[in-house]
């Protein structure tokens, strides 16, 4: 007998996330990054960097994102396919997962990168990443400009 079946998959021990609570925008990503040829993954790349500082790239992936910054220059922001081809799929996930901390529109701004490429929109996983930003958009509350002006 299994008196616990329901429970088990409801959390993991040590009260972890349960797959429910797992985003899946940083795997997604990774997954049209992948799939993408060089100057595409060099423009997802770009997107996702802007609104990092430098200490914030050093943070993620072992600094593999500063070391494309600072070989490239910081004020013309510009991945080479090579430096492309030194990101794996895991950096991806690494990096979205700190842009999202850092900026919401960042992330939904990869829609635009995405639907504006042939390449990339011909991907399942892009198809489904638009989907699932299209539905995070439209759940989430508009920002108001002067929400933390305390003159208006």
């Given at each position: 007998?299994?008196?616990?079946?329901?429970?088990?998959?409801?959390?993991?021990?040590?009260?972890?996330?349960?797959?429910?609570?797992?985003?899946?925008?940083?795997?997604?990503?990774?997954?049209?990054?992948?799939?993408?040829?060089?100057?595409?993954?060099?423009?997802?790349?770009?997107?996702?960097?802007?609104?990092?500082?430098?200490?914030?790239?050093?943070?993620?992936?072992?600094?593999?994102?500063?070391?494309?910054?600072?070989?490239?220059?910081?004020?013309?922001?510009?991945?080479?396919?090579?430096?492309?081809?030194?990101?794996?799929?895991?950096?991806v996930v690494a990096l979205?997962?700190?842009?999202?901390q850092v900026s919401v529109?960042?992330?939904?701004?990869?829609?635009?990168?995405?639907?504006?490429?042939?390449?990339?929109?011909?991907?399942?996983?892009?198809?489904?990443?638009?989907?699932?930003?299209?539905?995070?958009?439209?759940?989430?509350?508009?920002?108001?400009?002067?929400?933390?002006?305390?003159?208006?």
């Open positions: 007998m299994n008196h616990n079946n329901t429970q088990s998959h409801q959390s993991t021990p040590h009260g972890g996330a349960t797959a429910a609570q797992v985003d899946p925008v940083p795997a997604l990503v990774a997954e049209v990054y992948a799939e993408a040829p060089p100057a595409e993954r060099g423009r997802l790349l770009e997107h996702l960097l802007k609104p990092l500082s430098l200490l914030s790239l050093a943070a993620v992936a072992n600094g593999i994102f500063a070391k494309i910054t600072m070989g490239n220059g910081w004020s013309t922001l510009k991945v080479s396919p090579e430096d492309a081809s030194r990101v794996d799929s895991g950096d979205v997962s700190h842009v999202q529109q960042a992330i939904e701004g990869l829609s635009k990168v995405i639907s504006t490429s042939p390449v990339l929109t011909g991907s399942a996983a892009a198809a489904m990443l638009l989907a699932l930003l299209t539905k995070q958009a439209k759940s989430r509350a508009p920002v108001i400009s002067n929400d933390f002006d305390p003159i208006a």
